[in-house]
């Protein structure tokens, strides 16, 4: 599957952004790219801080053949960032459910999943935070980023190309997963 790629300097939220591009146009699967967000949002409708120079993606495609539930979504989804992130820092990365990704015991990446149904074609939206330069000081949650724990300057096009390589390779697969076989990603 090749997702058609949408990029953009300053946006209010890429998964925002990927809601209205379903609803107002043909498209069946992308990945929407911001080079900063006005209003990113995480879980539980908490703001998702949105430095310049960090990745702000949101991928979207049809679920209409899978037979997945959201939480083993969220696991695929939270395993498809570790396989992307493991490319660039060798030691332990830790998933913190539902949707939290650790380095260190700090947050590196977040993911915000939304479902939406439009004409009877039900779409999911994957959206995608990583620190890859700079982290946030959230309150009682550290977080860290990926030059901090590799010091290393990564290409963020480079992320970004991985990234969408590893879910158009993924994204055709999602209908053959089950219980069993997540953990092979």
């Known amino acids: 599957m090749k997702l058609k790629k949408f990029n953009f ?3 209010n ?31 539980y409708g ?3 801080i949105s430095f310049k120079g960090n990745l702000f993606v949101s991928i979207f495609f049809t679920i209409d053949s ?14 498809l960032i570790k396989k992307l992130l493991s490319k660039y820092y060798k030691g332990k990365i830790e998933i913190k459910k ?13 993911i915000l999943q ?18 890859l330069i700079k982290s946030p000081t959230i309150k009682n949650y550290p977080a860290t980023n990926l030059f901090e724990v590799t010091n290393t300057k990564i290409d963020k ?9 590893i879910y158009e390779k993924y994204i055709p697969k999602f209908s053959k997963f089950n219980t069993f076989n997540i953990n092979r990603i």
């Open 9 to 11: 300097k300053t946006i």
């Open 13 to 43: 939220s890429t998964n925002d952004l990927a809601i209205k591009m379903i609803k107002g146009s043909n498209n069946k699967s992308g990945i929407i790219i911001a080079d900063k967000q006005k209003k990113g949002r995480g879980q």
């Open 46 to 48: 908490n703001q998702w």
């Open 66 to 79: 899978i037979s997945l539930t959201l939480k083993q979504m969220t696991k695929i989804n939270c395993l």
């Open 98 to 110: 539902p949707n939290d990704l650790l380095i260190n015991k700090k947050k590196i990446s977040g």
């Open 114 to 131: 939304e479902t939406l149904t439009k004409s009877n074609e039900n779409y999911i939206i994957v959206g995608i935070g990583i620190n």
């Open 157 to 165: 096009n480079d992320v970004i190309f991985n990234l969408q390589k």
